[in-house]
């Protein structure tokens, strides 16, 4: 069986502020729907409640539009900020679209990570991790429990005891189509992160951030295989994902100028993501190496490191470089940015499906298979 790098495709998105919400948000739409056209395996959609840039506000609703127009990909939050959820409502949301998208939904969570959101729903000075894991358990009681439930936890609790009326149906929460829940899926930053491994540990897979410099990325693998062995998982690394701002164009000049210029897309990106985590003290993330000063990581650095730019035939080539450099990692995920120029954007994407990606798998085809054979599939 030859399981090779799969392609998927992310929004959080980033849009100029001038652009106008509505356009933005059929643009993203078609993106999407573009990606399930081209045989993307699987998109994930962001979710901001206080951004102006990164404006879907809720992951599950902007799926909700996708389920009636794509056809095979796989569509997930990427992610559910649980902390500023109860519960109970989460619980509900995720349930009615696991069943609406009949098995094709992946659910992205985490603790919400723009600044914004954290100081808007009260979550600054807790421990938003903490809370994540409480959200997440206490909607696995709500799922699989029995009413009227008894939520007791740190940040909430709840029951249905004065209410529940069985024989009408009141009082009982949805359950999903999966059991115990869909496929689980966590966004990873921090170096040599712990917090892989205990997500590994739970069953949930990593997703390595698209903005963080590759000699970061290559500490997450390492968890992610410490978490399969502490479960007595076979320790292939393909469960792992990787996200990727890429851009590919036929001429490489022109996939150069549009991707590593500071006043393109490319660089609008970014520079708001810069901007963002340097307030939050994460700026090192972009560093060329661990030790790198802050004052000389730079935008200029960030688009020549950290973007894979260039046409079909150099593109497949940096991208078996980075899992060489990084890992065997098992998904690819194509960071969708703003069609700055709608028909370069499109035809990136097509290339990516089309030109880049066979490529590449042709040339993983050995060590896959070595892969395969040491992990008896």
């Not at 409502?89 to 659910?107: E, K, P, Q, S």
């Not at 189509?177 to 712990?194: G, Y």
């Not at 991208?319 to 065997?328: F, N, T």
Request: some cysteine.
């Amino acid at each position: 069986m030859g399981i090779w790098m799969k392609l998927s495709y992310f929004i959080q998105p980033v849009h100029p502020l001038n652009r106008n919400y509505r356009e933005i948000l059929n643009e993203d739409i078609d993106s999407v729907i573009l990606a399930d056209r081209l045989g993307y395996e699987e998109a994930f959609i962001g979710e901001h409640f206080t951004d102006l840039a990164e404006p879907i506000t809720s992951s599950l609703m902007f799926l909700a539009r996708l389920a009636p127009v794509t056809n095979q990909i796989k569509l997930g939050s990427g992610v559910t900020n649980l902390p500023v959820y109860h519960p109970a409502m989460i619980a509900g949301h995720v349930a009615m679209m696991d069943n609406l998208l009949d098995g094709r939904f992946i659910w992205g969570i985490g603790p919400g990570g723009l600044p914004s959101d954290i100081e808007m729903f009260g979550n600054r000075e807790l421990d938003r991790n903490k809370k994540m894991v409480e959200v997440f358990d206490q909607v696995m009681s709500l799922w699989w429990g029995e009413p009227p439930y008894n939520l007791k936890g740190e940040f909430f609790e709840a029951t249905t005891r004065e209410t529940l009326t069985p024989e009408i149906g009141q009082g009982i929460v949805p359950k999903p189509l999966s059991n115990p829940h869909p496929p689980v899926v966590v966004t990873a930053l921090a170096p040599h992160s712990k917090g892989i491994t205990l997500a590994t540990e739970r069953g949930w897979h990593p997703i390595s951030c698209q903005y963080v410099q590759d000699h970061w990325i290559a500490t997450h693998l390492p968890k992610y295989l410490e978490g399969l062995k502490n479960i007595g998982k076979p320790q292939d690394p393909r469960g792992w994902r990787v996200a990727k701002c890429i851009f590919v164009a036929e001429d490489e000049k022109v996939a150069d100028k549009y991707a590593k210029s500071v006043d393109g897309p490319y660089g609008f990106y970014f520079s708001n993501l810069m901007k963002k985590l340097s307030g939050g003290g994460k700026i090192g993330l972009f560093s060329a190496y661990p030790d790198q000063d802050e004052k000389e990581i730079t935008l200029e650095q960030s688009l020549k490191m950290q973007v894979i730019a260039g046409n079909p035939n150099s593109v497949a080539e940096q991208i078996i470089a980075l899992r060489e450099k990084i890992g065997d990692f098992g998904t690819l995920i194509y960071t969708g940015l703003d069609w700055c120029n709608k028909e370069l954007g499109i035809r990136s994407m097509e290339l990516m499906a089309e030109k880049v990606m066979p490529q590449v798998n042709n040339s993983l085809k050995s060590s896959d298979r070595d892969l395969n054979l040491k992990f008896n599939l």
